[in-house]
């Protein structure tokens, strides 16, 4: 292997392996790249065993092919810390990786790459095209309801299924559920779903804001693969199955409170700076002319605001952890929303009156 590239291009691509690179080093392989050369083009390959990423990048000189595995990590803030407008040249002296830009020399150690594990292409699954724009809104507006490291697996990740034309995100943690879904351009083939892990979803979040255009999904039984115009991203997915979500979504008659999306967010922000550190609650009693916010803490400090909006059914007096209201109101562009109560013990549905596709549901809190 011998070949030269430009300091841009392979500081690009390593940086789109590093989010997948093992850093627990369960195996010394993992905490490397795969790097393959031919004549036209390099490209990356970084896996966890769970996931896996290819990046290519187009190369200058080419002297010679082959591949080999090195230091993700160091290899990209070498190449990260040459000189700007570099022209890196990368070799392959024994086990050594040299790399030298200008004066500089520096020699990595190589692990052979015959002992890097590659995900096998699976071709079963169903392949969708949709614009990056909105599978990044669907991931956005529900990927911070997940669970983190509960217990029940399958809510350690997003819910995706398709269905003829539409393509629907439900995340839940068992405290709140987001629910989001976009049109698809051409009617999908075959109806299938699957649970993508936490750590997944944040790698095809980041791959698909860096392109814009047609990304393409493929969804199998037990993975899924996201191909963009930088990079092809292959996940396992969660097995288990994931909770009925429509049943937990409340229905009826609901008293609804119509606010302003950043002006509410603005207000509870304020008062919950007294709220409790541990339980993050403030307190809403609804009337005819808006709802009282209130928080107090151990520390026996309170604040309370008035928030005037239109309101109409049963006063209630009810509680939520503020959070979970605040990481729903940063994802609503627009510039309403209506948070409909079903009574003072149970869960409130939070909508926008221009996105029926967009739902979320937060458990009360007890007074």
């Known amino acids: 292997m011998d070949f030269y590239i430009q300091k841009q291009d392979i500081v690009k691509a390593l940086s789109l392996t590093l989010g997948v690179v093992e850093k627990r080093q369960t195996l010394p392989i993992l905490s490397n790249v795969l790097i393959e050369v031919d004549e036209s083009s390099m490209q990356l390959t970084a896996t966890d065993l769970e996931s896996q990423i290819s990046t290519s990048s187009s190369i200058g000189n080419f002297v010679s092919g082959g591949k080999t595995t090195a230091p993700a990590k160091k ?90 034309s539409d393509i629907l995100a439900v995340a839940s943690d068992a405290h709140r559920l987001a629910i989001a879904s976009s049109d698809l351009d051409v009617k999908a083939d075959n109806n299938i779903s699957g649970i993508i892990p936490r750590k997944s979803i944040n790698e095809i979040a980041k791959l698909v804001g860096e392109v814009e255009g047609v990304v393409e999904i493929n969804l199998s039984n037990n993975s899924i693969k996201t191909s963009t115009p930088i990079a092809s991203f292959v996940s396992k997915l969660i097995e288990g199955k994931f909770p009925d979500y429509e049943q937990v979504i409340p229905s009826g008659d609901s008293s609804v409170l119509k606010v302003s999306t950043k002006q509410f967010s603005e207000t509870l922000s304020r008062v919950s700076v007294l709220s409790s550190d541990k339980y993050r609650g403030v307190r809403m009693v609804t009337s005819d002319k808006g709802v009282m916010i209130s928080a107090n803490n151990p520390d026996q400090e309170e604040g309370e605001e008035f928030f005037s909006a239109s309101y109409g059914g049963e006063n209630l007096d009810i509680a939520f952890n503020v959070n979970y209201f605040q990481e729903i109101l940063s994802t609503i562009d627009d510039d309403e929303c209506e948070i409909h109560f079903f009574g003072a013990d149970k869960s409130c549905l939070i909508t926008t009156p221009k996105n029926h596709q967009l739902k979320y549901v937060v458990m009360p809190l007890l007074i």
């Not at 790399?99 to 890097?116: I, M, R, W």
């Open 75 to 164: 290899l990209s803030e070498l190449c990260r810390l040459l000189p700007d407008d570099s022209e890196i040249h990368i070799s392959l002296d024994g086990d050594k990786l040299i790399v030298e830009a200008g004066t500089g020399k520096y020699n990595l150690k190589t692990l052979p790459s015959d002992g890097f594990p590659v995900f096998e292409d699976e071709s079963d699954g169903q392949a969708i095209k949709i614009d990056s724009q909105k599978l990044k809104n669907l991931i956005n507006k529900t990927s911070f309801a997940m669970g983190n490291q509960d217990w029940r697996h399958y809510l350690n990740g997003l819910f995706i299924t398709i269905e003829e």
